[in-house]
């Protein structure tokens, strides 16, 4: 990219819409420093009170799995029902439980 | 042999309903047909703001003012939403800018039109944001993910858009005889280019194919048209003003409205650029982009510098 014309990096953002809730991926934003990221996200994305915290967080900062290996990654947890509750019998007529 | 099979598989997903997300693998003509997409739809967001624009500094209230510069502030915010999700399909910001600005890619017609009086405020948020809408509505089920999510993002904001347009031109058309005849004239002349704004008929359209069948696009020209002219004809009923279309008529046996033959020729001399405004509308794209060169620089400059001084700390 060239280096004295570009948008700045790309930092994703989340947002946390009412105290109590996780924060929530919301978008991305371009920005050069952490200050503007925060400043582009609040006008972004918060524009209609939808938010009461907003992290950002440099793309590249971000590890993700990756599609091809979602197998490997995913179905080991597909033959272990006993992590369901429901994989329990419960005595009849116990309650609560 | 691979790719075949990857091919398969892709069209399974899309038929099962499942998103497709940047990293999953994806035929390079899909990717090709998002980017186009995408990209014009950011371009289209980005130079609409311009039209609006226009009638910022004679706006008639206070609130009129507000109301246009919360719009137009939105518009900015629908085309970053936009361009950041043709961006996760391994193209870059200003590799999109830059073919908009070489005019490699295009952005919606209805944007070369000059908005005139104040009444066109009212007839662009109205009609050209409601037929906007019509085509969100339905591009929130589209196949690829980020687009998908900012499409429902946009929705969201995009009905105030519309009925603070409404609100404009019905207060117009409820006014001064000179008011009325402003609303109409606005109509009048932006009916038919909203119209347009939905592309060709389906039977003339050269990137329908792949859409449909990889459910980029989820109902076609025609069907997107027609459910736009039906919500719209009570509107202008209800507001006093006349459609300008003699042939429009309620059809009782298809349940629609019929209406006249669209003048393509119009459609295609503005696609090619030589509508009223397109020279001044990429003209002005330019301008402010390298007006704001130094900006750009100048934030680059103190990252720079604060990373440095991280370096010796």
Redesign the interface.
């Given at each position: 990219?060239?280096?004295?014309?570009?948008?700045?990096d790309?930092w994703e953002v989340f947002v946390q819409s009412k105290p109590g809730l996780p924060h929530k991926h919301a978008?991305?934003?371009?920005a050069?420093?952490k200050e503007?990221a925060l400043q582009n996200a609040r006008?972004?994305y918060t524009?209609?009170n939808e938010g009461t915290c907003i992290w950002v967080v440099p793309l590249d900062a971000i590890v993700?799995s990756?599609?091809e290996d979602s197998g490997s990654f995913f179905e080991p947890s597909d033959d272990k029902i006993y992590r369901h509750p429901t994989h329990y019998v419960m005595p009849e007529g116990a309650k609560h439980i | 042999m691979e790719d075949v099979k990857k091919l398969e598989e892709f069209q399974a997903k899309i038929d099962a309903e499942i998103k497709i997300?940047p990293?999953?693998?994806m035929p390079e003509d899909y990717r090709k047909h998002l980017q186009r997409q995408i990209s014009q739809h950011a371009h289209s967001e980005v130079i609409g703001m311009q039209p609006e624009g226009n009638w910022i500094s004679r706006a008639p209230s206070l609130r009129a003012k507000v109301v246009l510069l919360?719009k137009i502030?939105?518009e900015a915010?629908h085309g970053?939403?936009l361009y950041?999700a043709a961006?996760t399909l391994g193209k870059?910001?200003?590799e999109y800018i830059e073919e908009l600005q070489t005019e490699k890619a295009k952005y919606s017609s209805i944007f070369n039109y000059p908005t005139l009086s104040w009444a066109d405020m009212g007839a662009v948020g109205w009609l050209v944001d409601g037929a906007a809408i019509v085509n969100q509505v339905s591009l929130q089920r589209t196949s690829y993910g980020p687009y998908s999510?900012?499409m429902v993002?946009i929705c969201k904001?995009e009905s105030f858009h519309q009925r603070q347009g409404y609100e404009i031109i019905a207060h117009m058309a409820q006014g001064t005889p000179e008011q009325k005849e402003m609303a109409q004239d606005a109509l009048n002349r932006f009916w038919w280019p909203s119209l347009m704004m939905f592309g060709p008929h389906d039977s003339d359209s050269p990137n329908m194919g792949n859409g449909v069948k990889w459910k980029i696009k989820r109902e076609t020209n025609d069907e997107l048209r027609q459910k736009f002219i039906d919500k719209t004809v009570q509107q202008a009923e209800v507001i006093g003003l006349t459609i300008p279309d003699p042939d429009l008529k309620w059809n009782e046996e298809k349940g629609h409205y019929d209406f006249g033959e669209i003048d393509w020729d119009e459609f295609w001399n503005v696609v090619k650029g030589n509508g009223p405004c397109n020279k001044q509308r990429l003209q002005h794209h330019i301008k402010a982009h390298e007006d704001g060169?130094w900006v750009?620089?100048a934030?680059?400059a103190?990252?720079q510098k604060?990373k440095n001084k991280q370096l010796v700390a």
């Open positions: 990219m060239n280096n004295t014309d570009n948008q700045g790309v978008g991305s934003v371009h050069t420093d503007m006008d972004m524009r209609r993700s990756m599609p | 997300e990293k999953d693998w919360a502030q939105d915010g970053q939403y950041a961006e870059s910001r200003d999510r900012a993002r904001e060169k750009r620089e934030a680059n103190y990252a604060q």
